[in-house]
């Protein structure tokens, strides 16, 4: 596609309950990484994917978060048991093969009540 | 070690001024520094970037100048205008931007008619 596709784009779930969001990037681009941006704040890095490699999950800052990226397009962000401190915008992002500067998703806005 | 320093929180610019927001880095691995401008609602967008085989990179109004030795780089937007207003990120990270950016804490930057 024309640029890294998000959805939802807002999400609200009750304490407890599991979300999925999704990342789409643009064709062709073989990383992809996942940030959170929390109000008012800067980019927290969650998740890299780089090709057939091993994601870098290094970022990732509990066992209730969890990503896969199939065939190496789409990505999928996993929240289990969603907490109050969860909330936040989750960008997601990709490049090509050179290195460089991300394309970023207009993201997902999660809020948990 | 993997932190990225960047003042100021808030800047406040009239029409036609020189904005400046300064970054500092510790990881002496770094060696790539991109600069993101972030809209509300909106994921952040590469503005500029620079390697550290430069000491400043100029792209129309905005120009990057990097000092090594004091590991500090900073971002002039020259004749600064209200459409200018947004938020300002700057990053760092190793590979030539291979691996995941660390980014800054953010400037809001508003500038006055």
Same mark, same amino acid.
Request: hydrophobic share 30%.
């Given at each position: 596609?024309?640029?890294?596709?998000?959805?939802?784009?807002?999400?609200?779930?009750?304490?407890?309950?599991?979300?999925?969001?999704?990342?789409?990037?643009?064709?062709?681009?073989?990383?992809?990484?996942?940030?959170?941006?929390?109000?008012?704040?800067?980019?927290?890095?969650?998740?890299?994917?780089?090709?057939?490699?091993?994601?870098?999950?290094?970022?990732?800052?509990?066992?209730?978060?969890?990503?896969?990226?199939?065939?190496?397009?789409?990505?999928?962000?996993?929240?289990?048991?969603?907490?109050?401190?969860?909330?936040?915008?989750?960008?997601?992002?990709?490049?090509?093969?050179?290195?460089?500067?991300?394309?970023?998703?207009?993201?997902?806005?999660?809020?948990?009540? | /070690? %993997?932190?990225?320093?960047?003042? !100021?929180?808030? #800047? =406040?610019?009239?029409?036609?001024?020189? @904005?400046?927001?300064?970054?500092?880095?510790?990881?002496?691995?770094?060696?790539?520094?991109?600069?993101? /401008? %972030?809209?509300?609602?909106?994921? !952040?967008?590469? #503005? =500029?970037?620079?390697?550290?085989?430069? @000491?400043?990179?100029?792209?129309?109004?905005?120009?990057?100048?990097?000092?090594?030795?004091?590991?500090?780089?900073?971002?002039?937007?020259?004749?600064?205008?209200?459409?200018?207003?947004?938020?300002?990120?700057?990053?760092?990270?190793?590979?030539?931007?291979?691996?995941?950016?660390?980014?800054?804490?953010?400037?809001?930057?508003?500038?006055?008619?």
């Amino acid at each position: 596609g024309a640029g890294v596709s998000q959805s939802p784009s807002n999400k609200v779930t009750e304490k407890g309950k599991d979300v999925e969001l999704r990342c789409d990037p643009i064709s062709g681009h073989t990383a992809l990484y996942w940030y959170r941006q929390s109000l008012g704040q800067g980019l927290e890095f969650l998740i890299y994917f780089q090709g057939n490699s091993a994601p870098d999950k290094s970022g990732l800052p509990s066992d209730r978060f969890s990503a896969e990226r199939t065939g190496g397009s789409v990505s999928t962000l996993t929240i289990q048991r969603t907490q109050q401190e969860d909330s936040a915008v989750y960008l997601c992002a990709s490049t090509g093969q050179g290195a460089g500067g991300y394309t970023f998703g207009s993201g997902t806005r999660l809020t948990v009540v | /070690q %993997q932190q990225v320093k960047q003042s !100021p929180q808030s #800047l =406040i610019v009239q029409k036609g001024g020189i @904005s400046i927001i300064n970054c500092a880095y510790e990881n002496t691995a770094f060696d790539y520094f991109p600069w993101y /401008q %972030q809209f509300p609602g909106k994921g !952040p967008a590469l #503005l =500029i970037a620079i390697r550290p085989d430069v @000491s400043e990179k100029k792209e129309g109004r905005f120009t990057i100048s990097f000092n090594k030795s004091a590991k500090q780089f900073s971002l002039h937007i020259m004749d600064s205008q209200p459409g200018d207003s947004a938020t300002y990120f700057c990053a760092a990270s190793r590979d030539t931007g291979r691996r995941a950016l660390t980014f800054g804490s953010g400037t809001r930057l508003q500038v006055q008619p």
